[in-house]
């Protein structure tokens, strides 16, 4: 949500980690992907597990 309380990107995702270097986690369904800050996907692939951007760059999937 935005500071005047709209929504940046709709609620469609079940969980999502925080942003780091413009990326977040998310999951919905079982699946897990990345998206950027608009809300668009940032990969097309999904994967059983996917956590949020460590601060030395990499992420953990599986």
Do not use: W
């Amino acid at each position: 949500m935005d500071k005047n309380d709209n929504y940046v990107i709709h609620p469609i995702y079940d969980s999502g980690s925080t942003y780091q270097f413009g990326f977040a986690a998310v999951s919905r369904n079982g699946e897990y992907t990345f998206i950027h800050k608009d809300g668009n996907r940032a990969i097309d692939q999904t994967s059983k597990y996917a956590s949020g951007f460590s601060t030395c760059g990499l992420a953990k999937i599986k």
